[in-house]
């Protein structure tokens, strides 16, 4: 990851999500710098130091340091797992790409293409992400409510909610009870 950043394109596309990383916090007062660098010798490792200086009790100030090192490629894998997972879901109910470009944003530090101007807030992303999977399954679901116990029962079984055996089961009791009221 590191060495993507000897790219002038992906370096102008990770500063530009960098520079404004306070952005959605909307707070005027706030000072910060990020400075993000490529270094040969260290390779892949990822290392981060974050100081925060605020003010603490009696107008002190109170500053943490943080450092961070790890195996870039390494984080990224269960986030690549999870884009195929999610990528696989919203085909299969045929959610459109720009959709998809936006629910996917978080799980990438520079979202591009149709996520490209997406607000950069994790919680921002995470929302747009859940409002996407709920409007994916709530179609499927409202789909299936609109038929029979049949077909809601189909629905069930595809979602991996219910066994054959269940399925059944319930099948026949609504049966049951529909002729009984008949």
């Known amino acids: 990851d590191m060495l993507n950043l000897t790219n002038r394109r992906t370096l102008k596309a990770k500063m530009r999500v960098k520079k404004d990383i306070f952005a959605a ?3 005027s007062q706030l000072d910060h710098k990020v400075c993000v660098m490529y270094t040969p010798f260290i390779g892949d490792e990822k290392r981060d130091v974050v100081e925060y ?6 107008g002190a100030a109170h500053t943490m340091l943080t450092y961070t090192r790890c195996m870039d490629s390494i984080l990224c894998v269960p986030l ?7 990528a696989d879901f919203f085909q299969r109910r045929s959610v459109p790409a720009e959709d998809v470009a936006l629910a996917l944003a978080y799980l990438f530090k520079v979202p591009e293409g149709a996520a490209a ?3 950069p807030g994790f919680f921002h992303q995470m929302r747009a992400l859940e409002t996407v999977l709920e409007r ?4 499927k679901r409202k789909a299936a409510e609109e038929d029979d116990v049949a077909s809601a ?3 069930a079984k595809e979602q991996g909610l219910l066994d054959d055996s269940s399925a059944a089961k319930i ?3 609504a049966r049951s009870n529909k002729r009984a009221r008949s």
Do not use: C, I, K
């Not at 690549?80 to 999610?86: I, L, R, S, Y």
């Open 25 to 27: 916090w909307q707070e």
């Open 53 to 58: 200086t605020s003010q603490g009790f009696l």
């Open 80 to 86: 690549m797992v999870d884009v195929a997972v999610f």
């Open 117 to 119: 101007n997406s607000d």
């Open 136 to 139: 994916a399954a709530g179609a």
């Open 153 to 155: 029962l189909a629905w």
């Open 171 to 173: 099948l026949d009791h």
